[in-house]
């Protein structure tokens, strides 16, 4: 994708951390900004910022993983700024536990809603009609690096996020001939509010929720320390918008993993067992 200015940008998940590092460097190419979340005041209070700071930006209080709610969004945006041309879904939250806890299907039904129909009703809600306007535009994916290599610990997770990857290279290749471009984003650690995905639990699931045991507590505060030792949100957003520009595919804003991502494709051809991410 080459024009950005007075163009139209919808991000979910946009209020915070990669999502709004991303609004705001493709808002600095002029794009008009679209940013859809759950978090109805953080929303608010970002995109008032956006304003303040003279980006054409409006909030969508959204729920990825309802797809009547991202149907909402994009009449709302087409109402508002008609074509869409940069589609970054984008919105997740991080959940775990081990493969073999037997009650654990709400979180399952939680992070697979969020990060993987999340990108399902996005793709399905605005990607037809980006084809039919027939001008440049592109479709961004957030996966991560535990969508291409295996995460012990983080089951569910790591079943979203390869799974988006999937639907992504699916995705390109259908529409290969047509003007719309497609990635898939799959960042190691990034400096954001991924660890505490939790502020976003569904009420039902909130208000069961159980004090952590020893060893979740654990899992829990290595994620922590892994996302504040992260790489900042805009050397993510800067990766995107090359890639956009470029049209390229994968976006692995680290690329220190990319040998252990190229041992896993050796490993499959020979029927060898996974190895885990070494972070
Ligand atoms: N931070 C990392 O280390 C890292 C690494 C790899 C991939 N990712 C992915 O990056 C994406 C962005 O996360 P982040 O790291 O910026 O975290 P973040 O928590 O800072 O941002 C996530 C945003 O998604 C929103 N959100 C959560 N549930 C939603 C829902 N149902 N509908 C709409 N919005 C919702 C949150 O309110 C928040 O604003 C996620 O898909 C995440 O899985 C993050």
């Not at 990669?18 to 008009?32: C, F, K, P, S, W």
């Not at 679209?34 to 930006?57: H, N, S, Y």
Request: net charge negative; hydrophobic share 45%.
């Amino acid at each position: 994708m080459e024009h950005f200015a007075d163009r139209t940008a919808v991000i979910t998940g946009g209020a915070s951390g990669i999502g709004l590092a991303t609004a705001e460097r493709v808002g600095r190419e002029g794009m008009n900004l679209v940013i859809a979340d759950i978090e109805e005041r953080v929303l608010e209070t970002e995109v008032a910022r956006l304003q303040a700071d003279g980006f054409r930006a409006i909030g969508v209080v959204t729920d990825t993983a309802d797809y009547d709610s991202v149907k909402a969004l994009a009449a709302r945006v087409a109402d508002e700024f008609g074509d869409v041309h940069f589609l970054f879904n984008n919105a997740g939250v991080g959940g775990g536990g081990p493969m073999l806890e037997p009650d654990d299907m709400d979180i399952w039904n939680w992070t697979l809603g969020v990060n993987l129909y999340g990108v399902v009703h996005g793709i399905k809600a605005f990607g037809g009609a980006m084809v039919a306007h027939g001008q440049d535009c592109h479709i961004v994916n957030t996966a991560s690096m535990a969508g291409l290599l295996p995460t012990p610990g983080l089951g569910v997770y790591t079943a979203s996020k390869y799974a988006v990857v999937a639907i992504s290279e699916t995705l390109a290749l259908e529409t290969a001939d047509t003007n719309l471009g497609v990635s898939v984003l799959c960042p190691g650690f990034v400096r954001t509010g991924i660890a505490e995905s939790d502020r976003n639990l569904p009420e039902h699931m909130a208000a069961t929720l159980e004090e952590p045991t020893a060893e979740e507590e654990m899992l829990r505060a290595m994620v922590r320390d892994l996302v504040s030792g992260g790489i900042p949100p805009a050397e993510v957003a800067d990766a995107v918008l090359d890639a956009v520009r470029q049209n390229r595919f994968y976006i692995l804003p680290h690329p220190q993993y990319g040998t252990q991502v190229a041992a896993r494709g050796v490993r499959i051809a020979s029927g060898d067992a996974p190895l885990g991410w070494d972070i």
